[in-house]
T-cell receptor, first 115, second 113 residues
Framework: NAGVTQTPKFRILKIGQSMTLQCTQDMNHNYMYWYRQDPGMGLKLIYYSVGAGITDKGEVPNGYNVSRSTTEDFPLRLELAAPSQTSVYFC??????????????FGPGTRLTVL | GENVEQHPSTLSVQEGDSAVIKCTYSDSASNYFPWYKQELGKGPQLIIDIRSNVGEKKDQRIAVTLNKTAKHFSLHITETQPEDSAVYFCAASSSGGSYIPTFGRGTSLIVHP
């Protein structure tokens, strides 16, 4: 299994541009998540999905959009990029069902700079 | 919602010493407490977790303790080695919160050879 893969690894955007961060998992996990990590601030949840066709906002959703058309893929869309979106973005997945929590598996991250 | 506080933010120890990282949580319904290790340039990876029906769990040099009454849990690393240097995150989640974990801000552990 490849686990959770993310592309690209690095990206520089100009203010106002848009882009999609790709995330794929091959573990048949039902839950998928997008986090951003800023220095000293830990992991902040942007959006999450509990299954194909279902998405919900996390702590910091403004400026982002997601979709979950398949179990495997969970792309994150940035529209009108702003310098405040400069961060490292992590995608994660887990298998959770009623009465059972399980660990999250994280991708290697995408380092995004908006200039 | 859940709030997780983690201390210290930075911890510096000599190789061979023990390291302790502490977290407190606010939601008494939380029942799953994982710890993640993040090495430089990589995504976090689970190192140990504990569920609310257990007070302590060990895995070689690492252990986690949970005090549900006081709503705090701790990570203990014994005989630290330079490769233990990383950022460590605690988290808490509950069934009532759709299993979505809330993370602490992280502790940067530096082990000096």
């Amino acid at each position: 299994n490849a686990g959770v893969t993310q592309t690209p690894k690095f990206r520089i955007l100009k203010i106002g541009q848009s882009m999609t961060l790709q995330c794929t998992q091959d573990m048949n996990h039902n839950y998928m998540y997008w986090y951003r990590q800023d220095p000293g601030m830990g992991l902040k949840l942007i959006y999450y999905s509990v299954g194909a066709g279902i998405t919900d906002k996390g702590e910091v959703p403004n400026g982002y959009n997601v979709s979950r058309s398949t179990t495997e893929d969970f792309p994150l869309r940035l529209e009108l990029a702003a310098p405040s979106q400069t961060s490292v973005y992590f995608c994660a997945s887990s298998y959770s069902r009623s009465g059972s929590h399980n660990e999250q598996f994280f991708g290697p991250g995408t380092r995004l700079t908006v200039l | 919602g859940e709030n997780v506080e983690q201390h210290p933010s930075t911890l510096s120890v000599q190789e061979g010493d023990s390291a302790v990282i502490k977290c407190t949580y606010s939601d008494s319904a939380s029942n799953y407490f994982p710890w993640y290790k993040q090495e430089l340039g990589k995504g976090p990876q689970l190192i140990i977790d504990i569920r609310s029906n257990v007070g302590e769990k060990k895995d070689q040099r690492i252990a986690v303790t949970l005090n549900k009454t006081a709503k705090h849990f701790s990570l203990h690393i014994t005989e630290t080695q330079p490769e233990d240097s990383a950022v460590y995150f605690c988290a808490a989640s509950s069934s009532g919160g759709s299993y979505i974990p809330t993370f602490g801000r992280g502790t940067s552990l530096i082990v000096h050879p």
